[in-house]
């Protein structure tokens, strides 16, 4: 499965080829790496990302596509580092404002960017002037009680939310400190946060 995860692309286009719209739906974003969409061709696979050693363009680019967020709010803008994501700055995780975002729409003649990584509590979440969508795929994710979102995508890029409510009897995730004594805790890692809502 590891073997399979090392050439999955990273990111994906949907054009619509009548009004010429295109949307790059990508999980984390572009960060400070990712100019062109071009740069995506440049990763060299299959690749492993080395966290906490990362030394490597190619890995760094990849980091940038899996693991940069949106800054927490559109007042934030330029491009800082994620202390969320990256507290001791090993892997140069990065935080991108409204005005990255339409920086790099500009640049590569895109419409808009469709992302997740983020648990947003009400399954969709929109940043830089809803140039950008966040989605949270997941209901109840962490026991955050979230809703989950998918997206339609029509005709002309015509894009339709659905959102799922959380089962009233559904249970969470296990917690960390409830995995059994049985599994390797060591190699997992604690749910993403919820994104804090910030009023338009």
């Known amino acids: 499965m590891n073997d399979l995860f090392e ?19 990508v999980h984390g974003g572009f960060g400070s790496t990712i100019a062109k969409l071009e740069d995506i061709e440049k990763i060299n696979r299959p690749f ?14 990849a980091m940038d596509l ?3 967020d949106p800054t ?14 990256d507290p001791t700055k090993q892997n140069n995780i990065m935080c991108y404002g409204p005005d990255q975002v339409d920086k790099f729409l500009k640049v ?9 990584h983020q648990n947003v509590i009400d399954g969709i ?17 962490g026991g955050f009680e979230n809703d989950a979102c998918f997206l339609v995508v029509q005709k002309k890029l015509v894009i339709s939310p659905k959102i799922i409510k959380p089962s009233k009897a559904g249970t969470p995730w296990l917690a960390i400190d409830s995995v059994p004594d ?3 805790s060591s190699v997992r890692r604690p749910p993403t946060p919820a994104k804090q809502k910030v009023k338009d």
């Open 125 to 141: 979440d929109h940043f830089a002037s809803r140039q950008l969508i966040t989605i949270t795929s997941c209901c109840n994710y």
């Open 72 to 85: 927490n709010s559109e007042d934030m803008v330029g491009m800082h580092p994620n202390t969320q994501r």
């Open 182 to 184: 049985t599994a390797d």
């Open 108 to 116: 590569n003649q895109l419409s808009m960017i469709i992302r997740s």
């Open 48 to 61: 492993k990302i080395n966290l906490g050693g990362i030394n490597d363009q190619s890995q760094q680019m």
């Open 66 to 68: 899996l693991w940069s």
């Open 7 to 25: 050439w999955l692309p990273l990111g994906a286009i949907i054009q619509d080829k009548s009004t010429n719209h295109r949307v790059f739906c």
